[in-house]
Each structure stands twice: as C-alpha cells, then as structure tokens.
C-alpha cells in the first residue's frame, strides 16, 4: 500500500520559470492538503482540495500560485513565474476524511529557484 | 501572527529519560491538537493526537498531556531513544467545521536529541 507519492523530490527552477509539483494520495484518501515549509520555520498550510473542488485556499498566495486535483491523476500545485522567494520544500498529505489520525504526508519536493 | 508556538528551538536528553516538548496556543477555537515527528529529507509522521475534551492520552511510549485553561500540551516520551531523535511539531486544528475542517495550524517544531 504506497503512501502518498510527491513528485520531482528536487526541483531546479531559474527565476521567471513555472514549477509543477504533483502529489498522488494514498488509495482510498479523496482529500488532499498542501503545506510549504519556508526554511527554520514550521509548516504553513496553503490549500485543501478534494477531488475536482477547492475547498479551502486561504493559505495560497493570491498571485502565481494555484492547485488542482482532477478526478484523474495526481494533484498539480502549479507556481508560475517563480522568484527565489519560492524556495522551499512543499509537502502534500492525504486523508480519507476523518483526522483521527492524522494526516499522512509524502517525502515534499525541494523547490530551489536561482 | 503565531498561533501555535514551540518556545524551544531544541531540546538534548539522554537515553533512557524523559522528553519533554512543550506547546502553547492561543485561539481558544483549537479543538483538536497533534503531534508530528520529522525527519530529515522525509515528510511529517504522526505520532499522537488528543481531542479537547480530553487532557490526556497515551500511546506506547509517548503521552500528550492537554491544560486548556493554560492553553498548553505537552508531549512526553519516556524512555526516550536514540532513534526518537527528530523535529517535533505540534499542529492544531479549529473548530470551524466546513472548510477549515482540513487545516492544520502547525508549531516551529522543537529539535530533539537523544544521546547514547
């Protein structure tokens, strides 16, 4: 039973690039969360989806940035025209509803922007 | 604004004590409070949770204690090992229902280390 798979785990991007990291949630999990860690700092939610809805972008920047997560296929968190700002590890996590348990996170993707 | 916050950037223990890692939140809307440990290079783990109705819950080696008054929890583990050694952050959740059901408003994380 995979867990939640990110996708590139490293991300080069020159400024001015666009950045797509994908994030497949663990079989059976229809909600998917996406959280950026800035460096020495905790993590910071940006956007909750379930599938083909956002349900909750309070924590996206209100330019450049957007996600989605299609009825097909693995969630996109998309950054457009990236600037050195950007850099960080982003995190997907995945839960089937309940938080009980909390939720179970994939591996992140470093994003560096030079 | 920092809404739940973890005083201590570190925290270094010997093998075989007590770890103490402590957390402070101040919206009293939080109604249900984790425990995520991480390693470097790898996603957060859960480890525990506790619901506010509660003050206290215990799995295995590990235990979160929960003072609402003081709006405080704290996560203990005993005996601590080497291998406990990682970045803990604690996480809350408010009670909005609706959409902020999902999110989770996380510590800076307390660096701990369990020495041989």
């Known amino acids: 039973n995979a867990g939640v798979m990110q996708n590139p785990r490293h991300l080069v991007r020159r400024r001015g690039q666009e950045a797509r990291l994908r994030c497949s949630p663990m079989?059976?999990?229809?909600?998917v969360y996406w959280y950026r860690q800035l460096p020495e700092e905790g993590l910071k939610f940006m956007v909750y989806?379930?599938?083909?809805?956002?349900?909750?972008e309070s924590g996206m920047p209100k330019e450049r940035f957007s996600a989605e997560f299609p009825k097909e296929g693995p969630s996109i968190l998309r950054i457009q025209q990236v600037v050195r700002g950007d850099s960080a590890a982003y995190f997907c996590?995945?839960?089937?509803?309940?938080?009980?348990?909390?939720?179970?996170f994939g591996s992140g993707t470093r994003l560096t922007v030079v | 604004d920092q809404q739940v916050k973890q005083n201590s950037p570190s925290l270094s223990v010997q093998e075989g004590r007590i770890s103490i890692l402590n957390c402070d939140y101040t919206?009293?809307?939080?109604?249900?409070f984790l425990w995520y440990k991480k390693y470097p290079a790898e996603g957060p783990t859960f480890l525990i949770s506790?619901?506010?109705?509660?003050d206290k819950n215990e799995d295995g080696r590990f235990t979160v204690f929960l003072n609402k008054s003081a709006k405080h929890l704290s996560l203990h583990i005993v005996p601590s090992q080497p291998g406990d050694s990682a970045v803990y952050f604690c996480?809350?959740?408010?009670?909005?229902?609706?959409?902020?059901?999902?999110?989770?408003?996380f510590g800076q994380g307390t660096i701990l280390t369990v020495h041989p």
């Open positions: 996590a995945s839960s089937p509803g309940s938080l009980r348990d909390g939720y179970t």
């Open positions: 079989k059976g999990h229809s909600h």
């Open positions: 989806l379930q599938k083909e809805n956002i349900i909750d």
């Open positions: 919206n009293s809307m939080f109604d249900y």
């Open positions: 506790i619901s506010s109705i509660k």
């Open positions: 996480a809350a959740r408010r009670n909005a229902g609706g959409t902020s059901y999902g999110k989770l408003t």
